[in-house]
C-alpha cells in the first residue's frame, strides 16, 4: 500500500480537525406559568387561584364586591360559575355554598370596604387540555369572565439524554 493515499488521509484527517467549534449548549427551561387571571367591573372584581391547572385539580375563583356599593346577591347560591370550552360548551357549572344574614340579600358595602364570595372548579380529569373561559355571576352584579388553561407542563429537561 502506497503512504501517499494515507499521508493525504492524515493531512485532511487533520485540516477537518481543526475547523470543528463546539456547539453552544441549548438553555434548558420550562415556559413560564401564566399569571392567575383577573378581571373587574365596578363594583366587582375577580381572580382565579391559578392561571394554569393539571386536568384532575382545581382552581378557586374570588369575586369581591369593593364599597361603596349595594348589590342584591341570591341566598341559595350566591357566586354562579360556569366554565366553557373554545367552542363554547359548557363543561362545568357550580355555585357557592349558601350563605344567610348580611352575605345576602341586598348586600350592602360601605366606602373602603368589601366583601368577597368564593366558588372552586375541580377540573375533570378527562378534560382536554386548552383555553377554558370562566364566567362568574354574583347577583346582579356585572358578569365577569376569566381565562384559564388546562393542560400538563412539559417535564423538566434532562441534560445528556436523547
Known sequence: MSRLPLAALA??????GSSV?????????????????????????????AGEVVPGGSVTFT????????VQVGCSSPLQLVV????????YGGGAPAV?????????????ASQSYQVTW?????????AYTAALVLGDAPQ???TVAVGVRPPACRRGRS
Do not use: F, K, M, Y
Not at 63 to 70: C, F, K, M, R
Open 100 to 112: 344567610t344574614g348580611p352575605l345576602c340579600g341586598a348586600v350592602a358595602v360601605a366606602a373602603g
Open 63 to 70: 369575586e369581591a364586591i369593593a364599597g361603596p356599593a349595594t
Open 11 to 16: 493531512l485532511l484527517v487533520a485540516a477537518c
Open 84 to 91: 366553557t370550552d373554545s367552542t363554547g360548551l359548557a363543561v
Open 21 to 49: 467549534t463546539q456547539a453552544v449548549p441549548v438553555p434548558c427551561a420550562r415556559p413560564a406559568r401564566p399569571p392567575a387571571p383577573a378581571a373587574s367591573a365596578a363594583p366587582v372584581s375577580a381572580t382565579a387561584s
Open 144 to 146: 365577569l369572565s376569566l
Open 122 to 130: 375541580p377540573v375533570d380529569p378527562t378534560l382536554p387540555g386548552g
